[in-house]
């Protein structure tokens, strides 16, 4: 009725890709024990016969579904293209790095299709489950750990205010494109009296040093410190590229912040939150999504001292950004995943992250921002 797919699009690229979990244990800047999961999906010549692994489970999926009506229940029905465990590919000595961090109470798999297209063109790509601000996290070991309560207690009041922003400044209004004067009021409302200081600040400045830790764990793994068949097989030489959807966006900025091995990096529909809202990044950074996110946070790009992208994408909506595109389309009766075709959505959203990555992260000489989409306009500085 709605146009669900029972399995994910195929990946794009010539890799069989590959899904393994890395769970990482370190002690915070503030002394507290944290256990922080991730799932590396990765290039493979071959998927040794086994079956895709499944989609995450109907617990994972439970503060989502909470959060939108339970529209996003069949999500966990879901088939995968990736396969749990198999031989890291042989083609290349070694693969660069991509972290992904998801939204703000979703799951750590809500971008499979992303991710397996990136390992499927060679990249590794981890996607990080941070406690913060997802809900139930499944470890290494089967245990469960759910530190939401203090993000949605936050969140209850928190979406009060920029609803009130969006409304006081018509940003709903088809084709409504705040002025600077007008962006400069709504960022010192947003940013300065409403948000300064609040938890979700915190959650990014969090996240940034999840993946901070994340990252001493594959240096570890890669020198053979951590027994693994991905011992060599990190091209850490290059640094590492971040992209992240909604509040792993935000975090995506923080970290290119806060850790000089991040080189560049990405934020899909994410206002921005961490230490400084205003920050300069000083990386090469690629903001993608909604005129909306435009009008909330274009700070991101205009702020930012090295080079930096906006890619607007007429018709798409927040959780468009997602596997929701896909498997749960019955939640656009909540708008939330635009009107464009999802097949087209989700070529604008990889082909711009290869084209990125491509070009400051593995240093290829290419034009990435020009396209032939219809309805995506792309600033550049």
Known sequence: MFGNLNELPKPIGDYIVGITQIDTRFKTQNGREKVVPALVYYPADDNNGREPTPYASAKELHTLNKSLFFLTRRLSKLKTHCFQDIPISTNETDYPIVFYSPGAGTFIMQST???????SKG???IAVGHPSYLGDLRLENGAFINEYAEFDQFFRNGIKSIIKVVRKHKLLKKDRM??????DALAQTLYVEDMKGTYI???AIRASENLQNILDKVEQ???GEVESQFEGKFRLSLGVGVTGHSLGGATAAQFCKDDERAVCGINMDGIIFGED???DVAKPFLFMGTRLAWNLARQLYTNNSAESYFVEIAET???GYTDLLFGARQVNLLRVLGKRDMYDFRRVITDFHLGFFDKYLLKMELDFEDHNFEDVTVRGK
Do not use: G, K
Request: charged share 10%; aromatic share 14%; with cysteine.
């Open 277 to 279: 809202p205003f920050m």
């Open 113 to 119: 299709t992303l991710c397996c297209d990136l390992a």
């Open 317 to 319: 909506a927040h959780f």
């Open 123 to 125: 990249y590794v790509v």
């Open 221 to 223: 793994i890669n020198a």
């Open 178 to 183: 705040l002025s600077d004067a007008e962006f």
């Open 201 to 203: 600040n915190q959650c």
